[in-house]
């Protein structure tokens, strides 16, 4: 059974892993030249790190994982004003037990599919559904019949635009704007990841690489919805060079890193809420389908989650027409959980004024002092994640060929 999977982020490989697995042939369209290795440390939490287990990459994963001491918030003078240590949350607050450059957990899931078919630099421009398959168009490869197709290329997915619906119906912006990329670090971070935030709304941040001679460099603002072009890179750093030329602390250097990094990735903070997750033989998946933004913070374990939920419902009878709506059925309260942004929302991260800034800052400290401690880790323990992982035995033993 041929699968289209368009996109070659985090969920698109790791459903290319499970369906090659179960005797299906997926085929995976990326529209970038080659992989994206960009991007932050994210966290694998909860039910994905069994799911991650199961792929039997947990040992590679332990091996890359990029630790963190906590979360720091410095003033303008670099000076600290406020840290959130990782122990105090045992695992549960912005620092997760395993975190991992997203660039290293693509590339493992890369790896672990190095003998499925990967289209870089294309992508799809048309899907013809008919009784027994999808007609798929390319912009640059010629037309290909498939029996089923994977939007699983993020927010602004194609595939999602070409049998949904226009991106305005299911991408809600909430008001900010992000960019990453890696730079030489401005100072040794100790393992620390270090946030100053200015007024405005917005924050210059910097996370430990492997390598201390370099740092991933994060900027982040508040606004409204913004036009820019999504393919012109240096429009985008000409964007953020202006909006963060009056920072203090590492700014300028992180706007000069910004100037040459190979590795920018620049989007807004959105939402994405489609209430069916198919329409006949297209199914959307991880940030395509549902997604609460970086600031809620589970995109990859969801992306990994339900990559593995796909896969399994598919390999039970290889009938989409019972797969789809099981697998959305058995994702659906973890993703609502999961897509639920945390207190205060982009406001309590990006402050606009000095005195909201100052008054965040306050809270962390008193939140932190030793009398509260105890209060703070019963607020952050991790809630259990709602969804019980399906076993799925046919996944490892059933070959499908088209119903
Ligand atoms: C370069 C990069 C860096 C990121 N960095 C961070 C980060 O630091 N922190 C964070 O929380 N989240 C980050 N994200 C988002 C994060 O990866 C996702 O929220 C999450 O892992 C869900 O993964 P996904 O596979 O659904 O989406 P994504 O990881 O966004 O992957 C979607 C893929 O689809 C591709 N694509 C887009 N349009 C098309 C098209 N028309 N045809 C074919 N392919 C297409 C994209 O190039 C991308 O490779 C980043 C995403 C990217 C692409």
Redesign the pocket.
Known sequence: MKVLI???????PALAYWLQRAGFEPTV????AAP?P???T?DIRGVAQEVVRRMGLMPAIRARRLPEKGLAYIRANGKQAAAMPAELLDGAGPVAEIEIL?GDLSELLLAATSDVEYLYGD??TGLTQTADGVRVSFATAADRDFDLVVG???????IRALAFGPEAEFVHHLGGYGA?FTIPAPEDLDGWMKIHNAPGGRWVGLRPDHDPRFARALLSFRSPEISYNRRDVEEQKALLARRFQDVGWHARKVLDGMRTAEDF?LDSTSSVVVPEWSRGRVVLL???GY?GS?LA?H??AL?LVSAYVLAGELAVDGDHRRAFPAYQEVMREYVVQRSALPPGGIAMALPMSALGIRGRDLMIRTMTSRPFRGVLAKVAAAEPDAIELPDYAALTAARHTAP
């Not at 368009?6 to 698109?12: D, K």
């Not at 369209?29 to 970038?32: D, G, N, S, T, Y």
């Not at 699983?152 to 194609?158: K, Q």
């Open positions: 368009s996109g070659a982020g985090i969920a698109g369209v990326e529209l970038a994206r960009g991007g932050q994210v997203r992508s799809v699983a290329d993020g927010v602004h997915s194609r990453y990735y991880g940030d395509a997604c970086p913070g995109g990859t992306s």
